[in-house]
């Protein structure tokens, strides 16, 4: 089962910028595809973007378009989140999570490999 770790959250002030990276080991990470998701205190948690095994066809959840870019480096076993004009309201823990097969899918119970999440704090 691949192992991921993620890294680069921490407190920010409202309309800066954050860089989140998932790192993997024990299995190459181009054989999954990759997705963040968050949870804010209260809420269950939520998927904030996802990645094809090659780089291709990113999906964002409708709050984060425009302002958010996943991106993934399969020879550095990494995978991004670029985070701009950060709002109070993406406040969370971050996860990045894997699954098999080729469709990137908003549904959690679809990934079996979890990170331990680093949070993300924006102030207003």
């Known amino acids: 089962q691949v192992q991921l770790v993620e890294s680069g959250g921490g407190l920010v002030q409202a309309g800066g910028s954050l860089r989140l990276s998932c790192a993997a080991s024990?299995?190459?990470?181009?054989?999954?595809?990759m997705a963040w998701f968050r949870q804010a205190p209260g809420k269950e948690r939520e998927f904030v973007a996802g990645?094809?095994?090659?780089?291709?066809?990113?999906s964002y959840t409708t709050s984060v378009k425009g302002r958010f870019t996943i991106s993934r480096d399969n020879a550095k076993n990494t995978v991004y989140l670029e985070m701009n004009s950060l709002r109070p309201e993406d406040t969370a823990v971050y996860s990045c999570?894997?699954?098999?097969?080729?469709?990137?899918?908003?549904?959690?119970?679809?990934?079996?490999?979890w990170g331990q999440g680093t949070q993300v704090t924006v102030s207003s």
């Open positions: 990645i094809n095994m090659s780089g291709g066809s990113p």
């Open positions: 024990r299995r190459t990470l181009s054989s999954y595809v």
């Open positions: 999570a894997a699954k098999y097969g080729e469709l990137v899918l908003p549904d959690r119970y679809n990934y079996g490999a």
